[in-house]
């Protein structure tokens, strides 16, 4: 309610054009007497409130505004939107993220919702409605973080994943493992 609460975009780089391609947003609390506090520090603690639900819709207006404002400045970039697995039991985040699409005239194309691979595992099929009423929208859903539970690529087969990003922990010393 204090507005406390600030997003940075962490641009996302075309390897091999060196072009920005996107942009992901990061919400921070930037907590009066503690200062910039990381999302693993408060976000755990807000998916057992009934406080998940206006964080989430927080972060998406924030961001679909921004959106807006760098589309009428003739940049208009995709922009990427880490999700917790317990909105995915929210039956009417669907119907929300469309009308918020709606309300800030921005096309689907240009958004993307990012699960942990720990929804994978945790997941018992309840959320692959939303899931699939989300991809129904036109929007992109991407696995985040993939390689550092015990999932399998088997897990994805009926989900609506466009994208799948791999841990940096489990590709970072490739160059030299044999």
């Known amino acids: 309610d204090a507005r406390e609460l600030v997003l940075y975009y962490q641009p996302k780089v075309e390897t ?3 072009q920005i391609c996107g942009v ?36 998406m207006e924030s961001v679909m505004r921004q959106w807006r404002v760098w589309a009428d400045e003739g940049t208009p970039i995709p922009i990427a939107i880490n999700l917790s697995p317990r909105s995915l039991l929210d039956r009417q985040l669907p119907e929300q ?27 018992s099929g309840r959320s692959n ?10 929007l992109s859903l991407s696995i985040d973080d993939f390689g550092t ?8 087969k009926a989900l609506p994943i466009d994208e799948i990003k791999i841990d940096r ?10």
């Open 16 to 18: 091999r054009t060196g």
């Open 24 to 59: 992901e947003a990061l919400v921070r609390w930037n907590h009066p007497e503690r200062g910039m506090v990381a999302p693993d520090e408060f976000i755990p603690l807000v998916e057992k409130t009934v406080l998940l639900s206006p964080l989430t819709t927080y972060v």
């Open 97 to 123: 993220v469309a009308s918020l699409l709606e309300r800030f005239a921005m096309p689907s194309a240009y958004l993307r919702l990012e699960l942990t691979e720990s929804f994978l595992m945790a997941d």
């Open 129 to 138: 409605a939303v899931l699939h009423e989300l991809a129904s929208t036109g």
């Open 149 to 156: 539970g015990y999932s399998s690529l088997s897990h994805l």
């Open 169 to 178: 922990s489990f590709v970072m010393d490739m160059h030299v493992d044999g």
